[in-house]
């Protein structure tokens, strides 16, 4: 009924579409129709989606999911061939969760294979690109949520972070991304990266939108046994003042070698703003994390990624290779065949770190590492509420640009690694461009403490007021 | 001069629990279902699937812990062990390594020779594999087959593995302990410990040294067997061999030797020992389990009396022998219900009742004993009718013992000497020297009473008067 009038969806939020939806305005199925239509118009380009869904199930607002998060009936792949073709029986519980809300599927995005990589190249179906500057990339795992969201594509979406999945690409991305607190949403039904790193978190336009969604999917489930009850509801965030809150600048976050002078020029503007909004600043040293956050994380998600990945050996679901009768070799093919190159140097390097008479001086000593990052983070928080810094060192990079040399595609995780090394929260605002591109704002929190991120991004992206519409799209 | 040669023997025991659902999702473990039926995203390692412990099991296996005499640690660790195998669906198995459940026991197992203390290194909790059937090749093994077919329904069914010491010294022993094991765990309710079920199964781990040596040398493991008795027969062939080995001045060498268990006579296949590496790591899907104190208390106050102990309190009224085979087949309690001789008792109850699979627990006592108790005097077919008449409702003693034989000497008398005066030629051959007539005479008797004399008085009084 001229619903279509009302939706633009490149500025459209998630939260004005529930107005609308609420008001009786538009109905779910006419906002379903919109960004389908706006995928028909600019995925092509980008490639944000590895499949969509025809028909919207749920009056809600719709919803873009990693496809890493498993779906009942929609093919679920983690960008793997291993995983061809493969139609989950079940819901993971975040989808349930979404479902229940009634959000429905717009359809499943784009990843780095099995969520390992930072610009979703090492899709086995292809790169997403990024909506800012299609020569560049999305950022990674989660870059097809990042640019689906960027793009109008979706009003917003489902990511999972295990080394900075969320809010690196969020932040090459120009979007608002949160990793929660570990143990906070559920993991039952999320193709396994690093179980003891893994978090599902919520990708939006603006903060509220990213607490909404949180709102939907966070809490205790049954069903994963290491998520916990919230202390304390999640809030929409109001306040537009920070008096009070104490911001704590970590210099080796802040001034790490590579992070890029536009950047660092972008963040410093943000520190002022949030001290002109009545914040106080101060500095403070996270030496050990920062130094041996990212060389311990590739030691702990690779072994645990060498477990999880194991279960893909073609007897039960996805790809199979056919070999001569003999298990061994029918294993050995369908591995060969199904896992693109990354996953293969992460499965090799896992096994490697836990083997035998190796255990101890690799995963072992890297999980007493981690020990060490917590109490560094907690000692921080003593004296802060928030730490903040630079999300990714840079801006979205050229294709290719990186692909030739795994290292320096590590590296660009450096300043999301610690704090998920110790299991806390991490939002990305968007606070600026560097030559055009979107620059991301890390905020770090303290355990649960989601709803002091919330506000306080929340009234930082009112006084920078980013507008996250790519300006080709404008 | 020959060495004297001392059997070393380790066990690992595996009991399946007989929970409701399984260790890690809430399909039924069901042992005779269609394949593949009692399945579910986690039993079949879908992508994104995690476990959730199951705590029946968890406070089952402390149970057992208690009843093995173990320490029940603050913390207890669920680690992967990974290795690919088709029955194996996640390619790791959620077990336990370096902090289970129940560490340092001690399991006292009474014996012939007195009681053994056998160290229980540790019992933890597991989840069992899936079922693999291969076709089409040589002895059922996956090498050489055409194809395999895999049943997920044991997949992730709760398992308890229990470790022994190495302080078996005997092929008896190694049955005794097993056998007492076995009865322990069907009494304390967690599981049917049936080995034709899969729901018991153990490997034995044979190594033999100079009597009186602390040495532990290297070791053998025998698997697949499938029954006790079968065990202490492998074992003492294996004992045999290796003592060979070293006494022709070879050397042992570490070896896995399979057993068929549709063949007993097939000698064992044999394969290498691989130091297979599991790469454990500690299951970063659960978090530790730390087992409320009050709960593990709980459970120690609520151990009934173990068969052991049991064993023990019979031995003095009826042996060793008969006390082992009256707990460890679960028919104590029969016995200590039916009163009379205990030695005479414990045989009726060992033998005949057990020939004939009566329910126990509906075996009148009272009146089986008073039966029992003048068993000699009553013909063998009246017994064994009011044995199996024994758990009918109106069973009563008095029928049976009705048909009690004529053991009166004052009824018998009369009709021995008649007898006598009949047959005046035999008594006349018998005092001659034909002492083989005897037989005649008692036959003569028996006939007369109608088979209710009672043959030991009526030899007695022929005997005498004879001899007048």
Same mark, same amino acid.
């Given at each position: 009924?001229?619903?279509?009038?009302?939706?633009?969806?490149?500025?459209?939020?998630?939260?004005?579409?529930?107005?609308?939806?609420?008001?009786?305005?538009?109905?779910?199925?006419?906002?379903?129709?919109?960004?389908?239509?706006?995928?028909?118009?600019?995925?092509?380009?980008?490639? !944000?989606?590895?499949?969509?869904?025809?028909?919207?199930?749920?009056?809600?607002?719709?919803?873009?999911?990693?496809?890493?998060?498993?779906?009942?009936?929609?093919?679920?792949?983690?960008?793997?061939?291993?995983?061809?073709?493969?139609?989950?029986?079940?819901?993971?519980?975040?989808?349930?969760?979404?479902?229940?809300?009634?959000?429905?599927?717009?359809?499943?995005?784009?990843?780095?294979?099995?969520?390992?990589?930072?610009?979703?190249?090492?899709?086995?179906?292809?790169?997403?690109?990024?909506?800012?500057?299609?020569?560049?990339?999305?950022?990674?795992?989660?870059?097809?949520?990042?640019?689906?969201?960027?793009?109008?594509?979706?009003?917003?979406?489902?990511?999972?972070?295990?080394?900075?999945?969320?809010?690196?690409?969020?932040?090459?991305?120009?979007?608002?991304?949160?990793?929660?607190?570990?143990?906070?949403?559920?993991?039952?039904?999320?193709?396994?990266?690093?179980?003891?790193?893994?978090?599902?978190?919520?990708?939006?336009?603006?903060?509220?939108?990213?607490?909404?969604?949180?709102?939907?999917?966070?809490?205790?489930?049954?069903?994963?046994?290491?998520?916990?009850?919230?202390?304390?509801?999640?809030?929409?965030?109001?306040?537009?003042? &920070?008096?009070? &809150?104490?911001?704590?600048?970590?210099?080796?976050?802040?001034?790490?070698?590579?992070?890029?002078?536009?950047?660092?020029?972008?963040?410093?503007?943000?520190?002022?703003?949030?001290?002109?909004?009545?914040?106080?600043?101060?500095?403070?040293?996270?030496?050990?994390?920062?130094?041996?956050?990212?060389?311990?994380?590739?030691?702990?998600?690779?072994?645990?990624?060498?477990?999880?990945?194991?279960?893909?050996?073609?007897?039960?679901?996805?790809?199979?290779?056919?070999?001569?009768?003999?298990?061994?070799?029918?294993?050995?093919?369908?591995?060969?065949?199904?896992?693109?190159?990354?996953?293969?140097?992460?499965?090799? &390097?896992?096994?490697?770190?836990?083997?035998?008479?190796?255990?101890?001086?690799?995963?072992?000593?890297?999980?007493?590492?981690?020990?060490?990052?917590?109490?560094?983070?907690?000692?921080?928080?003593?004296?802060?509420?928030?730490?903040?810094?630079?999300?990714?060192?840079?801006?979205?990079?050229?294709?290719?640009?990186?692909?030739?040399?795994?290292?320096?595609?590590?590296?660009?995780?450096?300043?999301?690694?610690?704090?998920?090394?110790?299991?806390?929260?991490?939002?990305?605002?968007?606070?600026?461009?560097?030559?055009?591109?979107?620059?991301?704002?890390? &905020?770090?929190?303290?355990?649960?403490?989601?709803?002091?991120?919330?506000?306080?991004?929340?009234?930082?992206?009112? !006084?920078?007021?980013?507008?996250?519409?790519?300006?080709?799209?404008? | 001069?020959?060495?004297?040669?001392?059997?070393?023997?380790?066990?690992?025991?595996?009991?399946?629990?007989?929970?409701?659902?399984?260790?890690?999702?809430?399909?039924?473990?069901?042992?005779?279902?269609?394949?593949?039926?009692?399945?579910?995203?986690?039993?079949?390692?879908?992508? +994104?699937?995690?476990?959730?412990?199951?705590?029946?099991?968890?406070?089952?296996?402390?149970?057992?812990?208690?009843?093995?005499?173990?320490?029940?640690?603050?913390?207890?660790?669920?680690?992967?062990?990974?290795?690919?195998?088709?029955?194996?669906?996640?390619?790791?198995?959620?077990?336990?390594?370096?902090?289970?459940?129940?560490?340092?026991?001690?399991?006292?197992?009474?014996?012939?020779?007195?009681? *053994?203390?056998?160290?229980?290194?540790?019992?933890?909790?597991?989840?069992?594999?899936?079922?693999?059937?291969?076709? #089409?090749?040589?002895?059922?093994?996956?090498? +050489?087959?055409?194809?395999?077919?895999?049943?997920?329904?044991?997949? #992730?069914?709760?398992?308890?593995?229990?470790?022994?010491?190495?302080?078996?010294?005997?092929?008896?022993?190694?049955?005794?302990?097993?056998?007492?094991?076995?009865? $322990?765990?069907?009494?304390?309710?967690?599981?049917?410990?049936?080995?034709?079920?899969?729901?018991?199964?153990?490997?034995?781990?044979?190594?033999?040294?100079?009597?009186?040596?602390?040495?532990?040398?290297?070791?053998?493991?025998?698997?697949?067997?499938?029954?006790?008795?079968?065990?202490?027969?492998?074992?003492?062939?294996?004992?045999?061999?290796?003592?060979?080995?070293?006494?022709?001045?070879?050397?042992?060498?570490?070896?896995?030797?399979?057993?068929?268990?549709?063949?007993?006579?097939?000698?064992?296949?044999?394969?290498?020992?691989?130091?297979?590496?599991?790469?454990?790591?500690?299951?970063?899907?659960?978090?530790?389990?730390?087992?409320?104190?009050?709960?593990?208390?709980?459970?120690?106050?609520?151990?009934?009396?173990?068969?052991?102990? *049991?064993?023990?309190?019979?031995?003095?009224?009826?042996?060793?022998?008969?006390?082992?085979?009256?707990?460890?087949?679960?028919?104590?309690?029969?016995?200590?219900?039916?009163?009379?001789?205990?030695?005479?008792?414990?045989?009726?109850?060992?033998?005949?009742?057990?020939?004939?699979?009566?329910?126990?627990?509906?075996?009148?006592?009272?009146?089986?004993?008073?039966?029992?108790? *003048?068993?000699?005097?009553?013909?063998?077919?009246?017994?064994?009718?009011?044995?199996?008449?024994?758990?009918?409702?109106?069973?009563?003693?008095?029928?049976?013992?009705?048909?009690?034989?004529?053991?009166?000497?004052?009824?018998?008398?009369?009709?021995?000497?008649?007898?006598? $005066?009949?047959?005046?030629?035999?008594?006349?051959?018998?005092?001659?020297?034909?002492?083989?007539?005897? #037989?005649?005479?008692? +036959?003569?008797?028996?006939?007369?009473?109608?088979?209710?004399?009672?043959?030991?008085?009526?030899?007695?009084?022929?005997?005498?008067?004879?001899?007048?």
């Amino acid at each position: 009924m001229g619903g279509g009038r009302l939706i633009d969806t490149l500025r459209l939020t998630a939260e004005e579409a529930t107005g609308l939806v609420e008001r009786g305005e538009v109905s779910g199925a006419e906002l379903h129709r919109a960004y389908r239509d706006a995928i028909a118009e600019r995925d092509p380009e980008l490639h !944000a989606y590895l499949c969509t869904v025809e028909d919207a199930d749920g009056a809600g607002v719709p919803i873009a999911l990693k496809d890493v998060i498993s779906t009942r009936g929609v093919e679920t792949t983690a960008a793997s061939k291993i995983l061809a073709g493969y139609k989950p029986v079940y819901d993971a519980t975040v989808a349930a969760r979404c479902k229940d809300a009634g959000l429905p599927l717009l359809g499943k995005t784009n990843l780095d294979e099995f969520a390992m990589g930072s610009s979703t190249e090492n899709s086995a179906y292809g790169p997403t690109r990024n909506p800012w500057d299609p020569t560049r990339v999305p950022g990674g795992s989660s870059g097809g949520s990042t640019a689906a969201v960027a793009a109008g594509l979706a009003p917003w979406a489902l990511g999972s972070d295990t080394g900075g999945s969320i809010k690196q690409p969020a932040a090459l991305c120009g979007v608002v991304g949160l990793r929660p607190t570990y143990g906070t949403v559920s993991r039952y039904g999320i193709v396994a990266f690093a179980s003891s790193l893994d978090q599902v978190g919520p990708i939006a336009k603006n903060v509220r939108d990213c607490a909404l969604l949180h709102r939907i999917i966070a809490g205790r489930d049954a069903l994963d046994s290491t998520t916990v009850e919230l202390p304390e509801p999640i809030e929409l965030p109001e306040a537009e003042g &920070l008096k009070g &809150l104490r911001i704590g600048v970590p210099k080796e976050l802040n001034d790490a070698e590579g992070i890029e002078p536009g950047v660092t020029e972008a963040v410093n503007r943000t520190i002022e703003l949030a001290r002109e909004l009545g914040a106080e600043v101060g500095g403070c040293s996270l030496p050990r994390s920062v130094e041996f956050g990212l060389p311990c994380y590739y030691l702990i998600a690779p072994s645990e990624a060498s477990s999880n990945l194991a279960r893909y050996d073609g007897v039960r679901y996805g790809h199979r290779s056919e070999a001569n009768g003999d298990v061994r070799a029918m294993y050995e093919r369908t591995r060969r065949e199904g896992f693109g190159d990354e996953p293969k140097r992460r499965i090799m &390097l896992g096994t490697y770190a836990l083997s035998a008479g190796y255990y101890e001086a690799y995963y072992g000593q890297a999980q007493k590492v981690r020990t060490v990052i917590r109490d560094e983070h907690e000692a921080a928080f003593e004296q802060f509420d928030v730490l903040v810094s630079p999300t990714s060192p840079i801006v979205a990079f050229e294709l290719g640009a990186r692909t030739a040399n795994p290292l320096a595609m590590y590296a660009a995780d450096l300043l999301t690694i610690p704090s998920n090394m110790a299991g806390l929260p991490g939002l990305s605002i968007p606070c600026g461009l560097s030559e055009g591109l979107p620059v991301g704002f890390q &905020l770090i929190g303290r355990q649960f403490s989601e709803n002091v991120l919330f506000s306080t991004g929340h009234a930082l992206e009112s !006084a920078i007021g980013f507008d996250f519409v790519p300006e080709r799209y404008r | 001069m020959s060495t004297a040669w001392e059997p070393v023997i380790g066990l690992e025991i595996h009991v399946h629990l007989k929970t409701r659902t399984k260790m890690f999702c809430r399909c039924p473990v069901a042992y005779f279902e269609p394949p593949n039926t009692q399945t579910c995203p986690v039993c079949l390692a879908l992508p +994104g699937a995690l476990p959730v412990p199951n705590r029946q099991a968890v406070e089952w296996t402390i149970l057992l812990g208690h009843a093995l005499g173990c320490q029940i640690p603050e913390r207890a660790i669920f680690h992967r062990k990974n290795y690919f195998y088709p029955d194996n669906p996640k390619a790791y198995q959620i077990s336990q390594y370096d902090q289970p459940l129940c560490v340092n026991g001690s399991f006292e197992v009474p014996g012939a020779a007195g009681d *053994r203390v056998v160290g229980i290194e540790r019992a933890h909790l597991e989840e069992d594999a899936a079922k693999t059937i291969h076709l #089409g090749g040589a002895e059922g093994r996956i090498h +050489g087959s055409d194809r395999s077919l895999v049943d997920f329904n044991r997949a #992730g069914t709760p398992l308890v593995e229990i470790v022994s010491r190495p302080d078996i010294r005997s092929p008896e022993e190694a049955k005794n302990f097993l056998q007492l094991l076995r009865q $322990t765990v069907v009494e304390l309710g967690i599981s049917d410990a049936e080995m034709e079920k899969g729901s018991l199964r153990f490997d034995v781990n044979v190594s033999v040294r100079p009597q009186g040596s602390g040495e532990l040398r290297t070791r053998t493991e025998l698997k697949n067997m499938n029954s006790f008795n079968f065990a202490a027969k492998g074992i003492e062939r294996e004992v045999r061999r290796q003592i060979q080995v070293y006494e022709s001045g070879g050397e042992v060498v570490q070896e896995t030797l399979h057993f068929d268990p549709g063949n007993e006579s097939a000698p064992p296949l044999r394969s290498k020992e691989e130091a297979q590496d599991y790469r454990y790591f500690p299951e970063p899907d659960l978090v530790p389990l730390e087992p409320e104190r009050e709960l593990v208390e709980r459970l120690q106050a609520a151990l009934p009396e173990l068969p052991s102990a *049991r064993i023990r309190r019979l031995e003095t009224e009826v042996g060793y022998a008969l006390a082992e085979g009256l707990v460890t087949s679960g028919r104590d309690e029969l016995y200590s219900r039916i009163p009379g001789e205990r030695a005479a008792v414990a045989n009726v109850v060992m033998n005949e009742l057990a020939a004939l699979g009566l329910d126990a627990a509906s075996v009148n006592a009272e009146e089986l004993g008073k039966v029992i108790e *003048r068993r000699g005097e009553i013909p063998r077919a009246a017994f064994t009718d009011a044995l199996a008449a024994s758990t009918s409702p109106d069973f009563a003693a008095e029928r049976y013992l009705a048909e009690a034989s004529i053991a009166d000497a004052s009824e018998l008398d009369p009709v021995i000497d008649r007898i006598l $005066t009949e047959n005046e030629a035999n008594v006349a051959a018998y005092r001659g020297g034909k002492e083989g007539l005897l #037989g005649f005479f008692v +036959g003569q008797v028996m006939k007369e009473t109608g088979g209710k004399a009672n043959p030991k008085i009526v030899n007695e009084r022929l005997r005498e008067k004879l001899r007048a």
